[in-house]
C-alpha cells in the first residue's frame, strides 16, 4: 500500500486502476478489506468464450449451435444454447463447475470439447467442418471379424476403421455412411458402437436397406479415424459353415481372427500367423464374399484370462507385415471393449459417475432389434 497526499490509501487492482479511500474515516479498515475480497472474486465468475473455426475453410464460423452441458450422474443437462457471431464469436454466461461439455453443432454435425474441472474456459477454439454426403477422402483403412464360438452360439464382433485424411466430414443420413452384411441367422438382432475420432464408444442403430441382409449405419465419419463395431449371435455348431460379406471397398484385405483351439478354413483364406499372447490364428481374405467353416471352441481359460484384467498382450513377437499393421487394431477395439464394460460398471454404481466424451441424449428411431440407438454425433 501507498499513502497519497490527501491521506488516502491506493489498493492496486491492477497496473493502471486503483482505489482510493479515507483512512480516518471511520470504518475504513472493514471497508478495504471487503472491496478486496470482491475484486479477488471477480475473475472466478468468467464466461465460457471463444471462437467456432471452420477446419474446412479455415475461416471463423458463424451461425453454429454452441450448447454448454453439465455432465452428472443422471447424464447430460442442458444449460445454455447460443449461436456464433459474424466472425465466428460465441459468449455463453455461465461458471462451469465440475465436468462440462461443449457441443458445436453445424451443418448436419456435432463436435464436441470437453471441459474437465479446473481447465480454461474461456478463449476456446471450437473446430468443425463442413459436411457431405460423398465419402471423400474418407475409406475403410482395416476391417475384421473376431469368431468366438462357445456351446451353440457363436459371437461374431465385426469391425471397421475409417480413415479420412481430409477436411470434410462424411455424413449421409438417408444412404449410411458404412453398410454390412449381417446373417439372416442372426434374425436382424444386433448391437453397434461408434467411436468418433479422440471419442468413447457409443450405442448406434442399425437400419435394414432394400437389399437383402444389408444393413446401415447413419453416423458421420469426421477428419481423423473412426472405428465402428458390429456385434450378433448366430446358432453353432463345430465344423458349421459362415457365409460372409464385404460391402463396399476397404483398403486392405478382411482379417479373419479366431480363438486358441478353434479352426478356420475356406476357399481364398490366407493364414497369417498367430498372435504370441493368446495363441488367436488369423487369416486374411481378399474376396468380397466368402466361405469358412470354422470348427472347435474357445476355451474356458480363454475367458478366464479376458477378465483378468490384464489387457497388455505384446505385440514384439509377432512377424508377419499384416499382423503388424493390422492386429493391434483388433486387439485395441476388443480392449476397448472391456474398458467400456467396466466404465459401465462404474458409472452403475451410486456415487460414481464418469461422463462420455461422445455422448448425447439420443431420439428414437426404426432400426434392427437390440440394444440400439440413435444420436447424431
Not at 7 to 27: A, Y
Not at 47 to 74: M, S
Not at 136 to 145: D, E, K, N, Q, V
Not at 274 to 286: D, L, T
Request: hydrophobic share 35%.
Amino acid at each position: 500500500m501507498k499513502t497519497c497526499n490527501h491521506r488516502c490509501t491506493q489498493i492496486h487492482t491492477d497496473k493502471t486502476k486503483h482505489i482510493c479511500v479515507n483512512l480516518h474515516e471511520s470504518g475504513t479498515i472493514p471497508k478495504i478489506i471487503c472491496v478486496y475480497l470482491c475484486l479477488s472474486v471477480v475473475p472466478l465468475f468468467a464466461a465460457v468464450d471463444g471462437t467456432v473455426l471452420n477446419r474446412t475453410t479455415g475461416q471463423p464460423q458463424p451461425g453454429a449451435t454452441v450448447t454448454l452441458y453439465k455432465l452428472g450422474q443422471a447424464g447430460m443437462e442442458s444449460v445454455e444454447s447460443v449461436k456464433s457471431g459474424a466472425q465466428g464469436r460465441f459468449h455463453i454466461d455461465q461458471t462451469p463447475q465440475g465436468p462440462h461439455l461443449i457441443q458445436t453443432a453445424f451443418d448436419g454435425v456435432t463436435y464436441n470439447h470437453m471441459l474437465p474441472p479446473g481447465s480454461a474456459h474461456s478463449g476456446l477454439s471450437l473446430d468443425v467442418y463442413n459436411s457431405s454426403k460423398q465419402p471423400g477422402a474418407a475409406r475403410i483403412s482395416r476391417h475384421f471379424l473376431i469368431f468366438q464360438p462357445g456351446g451353440a452360439q457363436m459371437s461374431i464382433s465385426e469391425g471397421f476403421i475409417f480413415t479420412n485424411n481430409g477436411t470434410t466430414t462424411y455424413n449421409d443420413p438417408d444412404g449410411g455412411t458404412l453398410k454390412f452384411y449381417l446373417p439372416a441367422a442372426a434374425k436382424g438382432i444386433v448391437q453397434v458402437k461408434c467411436t468418433a475420432p479422440q471419442g468413447m464408444p457409443i450405442d448406434r442403430a442399425a437400419d435394414k436397406t432394400n437389399r437383402k441382409d444389408i444393413y446401415k449405419i447413419d453416423f458421420p465419419i469426421k477428419p481423423g479415424e473412426t472405428s465402428i463395431q458390429v456385434s450378433y449371435l448366430v446358432p453353432y455348431n463345430s465344423g458349421a459353415v459362415f457365409e460372409g460379406k464385404t460391402v463396399g471397398e476397404t483398403q486392405e484385405p478382411t482379417l479373419l481372427v479366431v480363438p486358441n483351439g478353434v479352426t478356420l478354413k475356406g476357399e481364398g483364406v490366407e493364414s497369417k500367423g498367430r498372435e504370441p499372447r493368446s495363441q488367436a490364428s488369423i487369416y486374411s481374405v481378399k474376396t468380397a464374399s466368402y466361405k469358412v467353416e470354422i470348427a472347435g471352441s474357445m476355451p474356458e481359460a480363454a475367458a478366464a484370462d479376458a477378465d483378468s484384467g490384464d489387457n497388455s498382450p505384446s505385440l514384439q513377437e509377432v512377424s508377419p507385415k499384416i499382423l503388424q499393421q493390422n492386429l493391434k487394431w483388433i486387439l485395441a477395439l476388443a480392449l476397448g471393449i472391456l474398458a467400456l464394460g467396466f466404465i459401465v460398471l462404474y458409472r452403475a454404481q451410486p456415487a460414481a459417475a464418469g461422463p462420455s466424451r461422445d455422448t448425447e441424449s439420443p431420439p428414437g428411431g426404426g432400426a434392427a432389434k437390440g440394444k440400439n440407438a440413435r444420436g447424431r454425433r
